[in-house]
């Protein structure tokens, strides 16, 4: 009969194989740069107690899309504007029209934004509103080619608004 022998060595190194995977699972497709970006806002103009829009520029790299914000199919991604509460409220987000897309993983087009395009937000000012501010908000998203989509990101985005009476 064979005796077997085993060292302290060679157990730890098959115990640290069989507790870890031989293989990871793939990551998670991260953002490419320069798929989305958006224009700085222009410097706004308001009146206290009045009302005013705001327009965010958005472009998208060649190929690339995102789902607008009513894409058809509730497990797709919208895209989402917020604003910050604060003395300038935001009121009405207006998106533009969407494309209606047809892609192999859907049985129905999907409602879709490509290329350059702008979302207008009105704004409220308050009565007391400050003579200078700063409205902040997130542009949330998910990008996509003919072939797969990218991890959703959330961008920051803002502006600067003089206020006079």
Known sequence: MKSSHFSMPGLLAASLLLACPLSSPLPAQTEAPGVLSVAP????????????EQKLTIKLAPGYHVNSDSPGDPYLIPLRLTWNKGPIEAGAIRYP?????????????VAIFSGSFDVVTTFQTA???????????????????????????????????DVRN
């Open 97 to 109: 029209a969407a494309e209606r897309r047809k892609f192999p993983f859907s049985d129905q087009p």
């Open 41 to 52: 806002p222009a410097r706004v103009h308001a009146q206290r107690g009045k009302s005013f």
């Open 127 to 161: 009565p007391n509103a400050p003579d200078m501010g700063l409205v902040s908000g997130k542009l949330r998203y998910q990008a996509c080619n003919d072939r797969e989509c990218l991890q959703p990101k959330t961008v920051a985005v803002q502006f600067s608004v």
